[in-house]
T-cell receptor, first 113, second 114 residues
């Protein structure tokens, strides 16, 4: 299995508080992604990174920011959590090349009350 | 922009029966196609992928898929399902060229009935 961990695995927080989710990889892969998974929507890309300090927005980036200061770590921050951000968040990685599969972490279940 | 459609949100099937999960895509350029599986409370893992060459692709756990360019489809099939195949299946597409932004379908839940 690809070495991807996510922390925390579960979190309950209150509306308006900031939340940071961490993705850590040991594969030295270039690309890292954050997705959210919601019933009826499949996986939707929030942000992705194509290198250290190189990030870009996905299709549902509003209310989220990311940072990648090291190859192995990709942080997702909810600046002020809202109930609509209650979801399961997955981190994924992939190597160089356009035909590479993505390897997924175990997910973080976030509940915003 | 590319898109992926999985018309069936749920597919119930009896154990040892065949199954087909449908996937259609839309893109004006060449694509790479994937099927991922998600078991309960886990992340996604790759079942199979089509990059080029033979249109019939074989994957893990006895699954296979056929790329049909004229119908823009990439349906997933298995001739005989097992209880352990109960999971959610996602079709995904990457447009060749550019960054690796994958577009996922909304998923199909396969329920295998004993």
């Amino acid at each position: 299995d690809a070495g991807i961990t996510q922390s925390p695995r579960h979190k309950v927080t209150e509306t308006g508080t900031p939340v940071t989710l961490r993705c850590h990889q040991t594969e030295n892969h270039r690309y890292m992604y954050w997705y959210r998974q919601d019933p009826g929507h499949g996986l939707r890309l929030i942000h992705y990174s194509y290198g250290v300090k190189d990030t870009d927005k996905g299709e549902v980036s509003d209310g989220y920011s990311v940072s990648r200061s090291k190859t192995e770590d990709f942080l997702l921050t909810l600046e002020s959590a809202t109930s609509s951000q209650t979801s399961v968040y997955f981190c994924a990685i992939s190597g160089t090349g356009f035909n590479n599969e993505q390897f997924f972490g175990p997910g973080t279940r976030l509940t915003v009350l | 922009a590319q898109s992926v459609t999985q018309l069936d949100s749920q597919v119930p099937v009896f154990e040892e029966a065949p199954v087909e999960l449908r996937c259609n895509y839309s893109s004006s350029v060449s694509v790479y196609l994937f099927w991922y599986v998600q078991y309960p409370n886990q992340g996604l893992q790759l079942l199979l992928k089509y990059l080029s060459g033979s249109t019939l692709v074989k994957g893990i756990n006895g699954f296979e898929a056929e790329f049909n360019k004229s119908q823009t489809s990439f349906h997933l099939r298995k001739p005989s399902v097992h209880i352990s195949d109960t999971a959610e299946y996602f079709c995904a597409v990457i447009v060749s060229g550019g960054y690796q932004k994958v577009t996922f379908g909304t998923g199909t839940k396969l329920q295998v009935i004993p």
